[in-house]
C-alpha cells in the first residue's frame, strides 16, 4: 500500500510579507481571534488581558469593529463577542479560493465513486487549520464533517500531513502533541515516526485517534514552488473496505493533491513561437524574374 512520494514538497516556511506591519490591524486581528477562541462573550477587561494590549487602545479597537459589524457588543452584560458579519467575510474567501475552485468537483467526485465523505483543510495559522470544503455520498449512513470546524495542526491525516510539511522544531512538537486529546494512546516518538513516514509515501492515515470507529487518510495538496497548505482527505467507517480499496482511495487522493499544481502548470503562458524568418533580399529580387518567364512560357 505504501508508494514512494512522486514530487518534492519545499520544508521552508512562507516568506513573510515585507514592508511596515501596521500596529493597529494586528491588534484588531488578535482581539478577533481572542473572541474566536472564548466560550463566550468577554468583558473589555478580559480581552486586554487576554491580548495584551493597553486597555484605552483595545477598547478604541473594539469600537471600530462593531462599526465594521466584526464584533457585537450587548449594553447589558457589557460583554462582547464575535458578529455574524464576518461570516460574508468568509463566505467570501471560500467563493473565490482558486485552490477550492479546482479542489472542489474532484473531491465531489471521490465521494460518490467511495460513498465516503472527502474534505479539504487549509492551515490557517501556524497551529490551527480548518475544514474549507466537504463533500458526501448519498449513502443512507455517512459521516457528516461540518465546513469552518477548527482543529489543533498536528491532529488527524490532515494534521499529520501539515505538520510533516512545517518548520516546527522537535521541541515545539513535543509541547503541541502533549496538548492533543487523542481517543486512543499515542507515544511521542510514534508520532514521529510517522511524520516521516508522510514525507517519504506522500500521505498520512489516523486509525481512530481522534475519533473512534473512524479512519482518515489525508495526501497533500502541492502548489508552485512546494509549499504545502491545504490537504484532501478522505473520512471512513473502521472497516468499511479492504486494504485493496484503502490503497485505490489513497492513490486518488494523490492525484486530486497533484490537481492545484497541474492546473497552475497547464495555465502557464505558452513560450512566444518562433516567428519565420524573412527571405534574403537577393533571394526575393531572383524569384521575380523566375516568375515572369513562367508567365511569358505559359
Request: hydrophobic share 40%.
Amino acid at each position: 500500500m505504501q508508494e514512494a512520494a512522486e514530487l518534492p514538497i519545499s520544508t521552508k516556511p512562507d516568506e513573510k510579507p515585507k514592508g511596515k506591519i501596521v500596529g493597529a490591524v494586528v491588534n484588531a486581528a488578535k482581539i478577533m481571534r481572542f473572541l474566536r477562541a472564548t466560550p463566550g462573550p468577554a468583558t473589555v477587561t478580559q480581552i486586554t488581558r487576554g491580548v495584551e494590549i493597553n486597555p484605552s487602545t483595545c477598547f478604541n479597537i473594539l469600537r471600530t469593529l462593531i462599526q465594521e459589524d466584526f464584533v457585537q457588543f450587548d449594553s447589558t452584560s457589557k460583554t462582547y463577542q464575535l458578529s455574524l458579519g464576518l461570516v460574508g467575510l468568509a463566505q467570501g474567501a471560500l467563493e473565490h479560493s482558486s485552490q477550492l475552485h479546482i479542489l472542489k468537483p474532484h473531491i465531489e467526485e471521490l465521494a460518490h465513486k467511495y460513498r465516503m465523505t472527502a474534505a479539504i483543510w487549509r492551515r490557517v495559522s501556524d497551529n490551527r487549520m480548518m475544514l474549507v470544503s466537504a463533500a458526501e455520498s448519498d449513502a443512507p449512513i455517512r459521516i457528516y464533517a461540518r465546513v469552518g470546524s477548527r482543529s489543533p495542526l498536528l491532529l488527524g491525516a490532515s494534521g499529520r500531513v501539515l505538520t510533516a510539511y512545517s518548520t516546527l522544531s522537535r521541541a515545539a512538537l513535543k509541547e503541541r502533541f502533549q496538548k492533543l486529546r487523542l481517543a486512543r494512546p499515542l507515544d511521542f516518538e510514534t508520532y514521529l515516526e510517522q511524520l516521516e513516514d508522510v514525507r517519504r509515501i506522500g500521505y498520512a492515515i489516523d486509525d481512530g485517534y481522534v475519533t473512534p470507529g473512524t479512519i482518515t487518510i489525508a495526501a497533500p495538496v502541492l502548489e508552485a514552488g512546494g509549499t504545502v497548505n491545504f490537504t484532501c482527505s478522505a473520512i471512513l467507517f473502521n472497516g468499511q473496505y479492504d486494504d485493496h480499496q484503502v490503497a485505490a482511495i489513497t492513490k486518488d487522493l494523490k492525484r486530486v493533491g497533484r490537481a492545484v499544481l497541474e492546473s497552475a502548470e497547464h495555465a502557464a503562458p505558452a513560450s512566444p513561437a518562433a516567428v519565420p524568418r524573412k527571405a534574403p533580399r537577393a533571394a526575393a529580387r531572383t524569384a521575380t524574374p523566375q516568375r515572369r518567364q513562367s508567365r511569358a512560357s505559359a
